[in-house]
């Protein structure tokens, strides 16, 4: 699963109508409604605020052709953000009609080209499904484990210091087992670790 880096909003002419494509982060349909009902307000004037979003890692899928024949709009953005890969994203493309009609193909490549174009502006991230291990230590390994894991390519999300260090890794599931090769080998044995849980994490890549 992707989502997007963050918001975001890019425009383009097609034979005179003005396409605005606004994508946001959503994390239900009450956000992803309530960003629609924004950016209609904010476009009033326009001729069509065309609508699709996606979420719970597609399990719920919406568009909305917004007065352009049926399967124009709505769909071919759809379609988009389902080819990509994207979830929690909505994506609301405002046009201004400039007074030559498009055709029904000319709509479809327009729509879809105006999410595809946003989505390369704003970038995306992978969602991964990841272990999260705390690992424990004394202060005498505190400072040179620290070092070796932001250096190790592991990804530490929180560090606490108490009676001892505690340092939050994600790991992706398969990769506990050398984790705890490696762990065992920087420390000789005297840092341990306790698998917390599974969260979604936002990975490059």
Not at 4 to 11: D, M, Q, W
């Amino acid at each position: 699963m992707r989502t997007i880096r963050h918001s975001g909003v890019h425009e383009f002419d097609v034979r005179k109508s003005r396409f605005i494509c606004c994508l946001e982060r959503v994390a239900d349909e009450e956000a992803a409604r309530s960003v629609i009902a924004r950016r209609r307000r904010q476009h009033w004037n326009a001729a069509h605020n065309c609508t699709a979003y996606v979420l719970d890692g597609g399990h719920v899928q919406r568009s909305s052709d917004d007065g352009e024949p049926s399967g124009t709009a709505g769909v071919p953005m759809l379609e988009v953000l389902r080819h990509r890969g994207i979830t929690d994203t909505v994506a609301v493309v405002t046009r201004y009609f400039g007074g030559v009609k498009l055709g029904a193909g000319g709509l479809v490549r327009a729509y879809g080209s105006a999410v595809s174009a946003a989505l390369d502006v704003v970038g995306t991230v992978e969602l991964r499904s990841m272990l999260i291990v705390t690992v424990l230590a004394g202060y005498a390994e505190a400072g040179g484990l620290e070092s070796a894991l932001h250096g190790s390519g592991y990804q530490v999300r929180a560090t606490r210091y108490g009676s001892d260090i505690e340092v939050d890794v994600a790991l992706v599931p398969e990769a506990l087992d050398s984790f705890s090769s490696w762990l065992a080998d920087r420390t000789g044995g005297r840092a341990i670790y306790e698998v917390r849980g599974q969260q979604i994490i936002e990975c490059d890549g």
